[in-house]
Nanobody, 126 residues
Framework: QVRLVESGGGSVQAGGSLTLSCVAS????????MAWFRQVPGKEREGVAC????????WYADSAKGRFTISQDNAKNTVYLQMHSLKSEDTAMYYC?????WGGGTWSDTRAYMYWGQGIQVSVSS
C-alpha cells in the first residue's frame, strides 16, 4: 500500500514562509509525478505544483509562480513545497498526490493521481 504523509503546515502571517514535506513510500519507480494540491471548503481541489520525479521537470499554477518551489530529495523519498510571500488566499488544506501509472491528463487534473495524502492545513493571517 502506497502511503503519502504530509508535514510542515501551520499558521503564519501574510508575507511569511512555510515548507511542506511529503514522504512517499517506494519513491521514484512508483511515483512518476508528484504534485501538491490545495482545497478550501466549498471549492474544488486545485493544483499548486507538480514535479516529474524522473526528469525533475516542474509545473506551477499561476498563483504559485514566483512564490512557491516544488523540489524532491530522492534519497529521502520526499517532495517539498517551499512557500514564500504567503497571502491570505493561500489558506487551504494542502494535499500531496502521486501518479504512479502516468494516468493521463494535465498535471493539475486530480483524476490523474491515484494516491493522496491525508492533507495538512496552512493558514495565513493578514
Amino acid at each position: 500500500q502506497v502511503r503519502l504523509v504530509e508535514s510542515g503546515g501551520g499558521s503564519v502571517q501574510a508575507g511569511g514562509s512555510l515548507t511542506l514535506s511529503c514522504v512517499a513510500s517506494e519513491y521514484e519507480a512508483r511515483h512518476n509525478r508528484m504534485a501538491w494540491f490545495r482545497q478550501v471548503p466549498g471549492k474544488e481541489r486545485e493544483g499548486v505544483a507538480c514535479i516529474y520525479t524522473g526528469s525533475g521537470s516542474t509545473w506551477y499554477a499561476d498563483s504559485a509562480k514566483g512564490r512557491f518551489t516544488i523540489s524532491q530529495d530522492n534519497a529521502k523519498n520526499t517532495v517539498y513545497l517551499q512557500m514564500h510571500s504567503l497571502k491570505s488566499e493561500d489558506t487551504a488544506m494542502y494535499y500531496c498526490a502521486s501518479d504512479p501509472t502516468w494516468g493521463g491528463g494535465t498535471w493539475s487534473d486530480t483524476r490523474a493521481y491515484m494516491y493522496w495524502g491525508q492533507g495538512i492545513q496552512v493558514s495565513v493571517s493578514s
